[in-house]
């Protein structure tokens, strides 16, 4: 009896990894892992319409003060041109992140469609859920998509607080106000680094 249960177990234990999935319980899964991609990208969408315009309300300001016939800095100083070249790359970041977060959610529109129509095999491991549902409703650009938002999203958060750091750096005159504005801006970007080096991890892991 105890050699018939250890021999069984190794089987039950490799069973538990693995997920049945029938023509009904496939199309509903999908569907719940579309809705979750679509409220990413819809909060995505909004986030960067924010910063978009928190940028360019930025970037008016900083062209205010770097014109006219008395200007607050050098306008050809180093910093000030990497000022202006960061309030560029801000909005435009934000404007691309939150377009494609518009275009992936269209995009998601029709997979749950898709998913009914074309359900995987009943057996599948758990390590290759993801690849199943990307294999069976998503689009071939949906990789490079996703990670192209993912990046302009980052990139319009990083050149704002670079943003704040530099308008301190060159318009404030107390020392103390440009460090205090640098180590929180520094702060800031902390939790976005470590976004990004998880996801760094699980692609080096593949």
Known sequence: MSQTSHRSQPHDTEKAHYIDLDHSSFPKLAEKWVTGWKDTCNSGTVASAILASVAGAIFIHVEEKLGGSSPAA???????ITLIVFTYLAVLSNCTAAVLSFFISDKLIASPLLAELKPPATHVHQ???FNALKKYFMWNLWTLSKYYWLANLSAGFLFLFGEFALYAWVFEKHLAVKLVVLLFSFL???PLMIFWLEIFTV????
């Open 74 to 80: 050098d306008p050809n100083s180093t910093k000030a």
């Open 127 to 129: 390590d290759e859920l």
């Open 188 to 190: 800031g970007v902390i």
């Open 203 to 206: 692609i080096a892991r593949r």
